[in-house]
């Protein structure tokens, strides 16, 4: 079946520093990826997608490149900020058989310190 | 605003009892979705449902029963059965495409009196 596959934390940073959050996948299909982010105590929010090999999703300072050849999709920051600190998933979406159960990694933790 | 609502934001359940958690979305998507969280973990799938009416299992529906009678309510009822039912509960929904993404609630915190 599909996975996700994501670097375990926590990562933990000081402002302004580079931040790279790797994630790695196998799927049967030709999914589409995603990064979300969970704020504490709070539900995950779309922080970017790319939906096709060789997309580049980004928003908020955050960037990641759909690599086919590498089926990566890791999540890069060049200066991240105190307020960046939450937990970070990797999941990707295929359709199979009709169904469509989005498959999610287990989540990285980011705790940057001013 | 189109999004999800899930209630209440926290629940405690007693010895013995059913509880159930609200989820409503006004997004118009066929697909909805429960997820557990547990502390330090990621999500997983409770039960889901593509269309009104049906729904199927997930990894981990002992204990758990939904219900899908109107495409924007999707209630999770936590059951007795569930002897450890202390956890995060987030519901999702997404349009039946693979380029979409889910849209989450803010969560239901439930916890054991």
């Known amino acids: 079946g599909d996975s996700v596959t994501q670097m375990e934390g926590p990562v933990t940073l000081s402002e302004e520093a580079f931040l790279t959050i790797n994630c790695t996948y196998t799927a049967t299909g030709y999914p589409s990826l995603f990064w979300y982010v969970q704020y504490p105590g709070e539900g995950l929010q779309l922080l970017l997608k790319a939906t096709k090999a060789d997309d580049k999703g980004s928003n908020k300072g955050f960037e990641a490149t759909y690599r086919k050849e590498t089926t990566s999709f890791h999540l890069e920051k060049g200066s991240v900020q105190v307020s960046d600190s939450a937990v970070y998933f990797c999941?990707?979406?295929?359709?199979?058989?009709?169904?469509?159960?989005?498959?999610f990694g287990r989540g990285t933790s980011l705790i940057v310190h001013p | 605003d189109g999004g999800i609502t899930q209630s209440p934001k926290y629940l405690f359940r007693k010895e013995g009892q059913n509880v159930t958690l609200s989820c409503e979305q006004n997004?118009?998507?066929?697909?909805m979705y429960w997820y557990r969280q547990d502390p330090g973990q990621g999500l997983r799938l409770i039960y889901y449902?593509?269309?009104?009416?049906?729904?199927q299992k997930g990894d981990i529906a002992e204990g758990y029963s939904v219900s899908r009678e109107k495409k924007e309510s999707f209630p999770l009822t936590v059951t007795s059965a569930q002897k450890n039912p202390t956890a995060f509960y987030l519901c999702?929904?997404?349009?039946?495409?693979?380029?979409?993404?889910?849209?989450f609630g803010d969560g239901t915190r439930l916890s054991i009196l």
């Open positions: 449902s593509q269309i009104v009416n049906d729904f």
């Open positions: 999702a929904s997404t349009s039946y495409t693979r380029d979409q993404p889910q849209h």
């Open positions: 999941a990707l979406s295929a359709t199979s058989g009709g169904s469509y159960i989005p498959t």
């Open positions: 997004l118009n998507h066929d697909a």
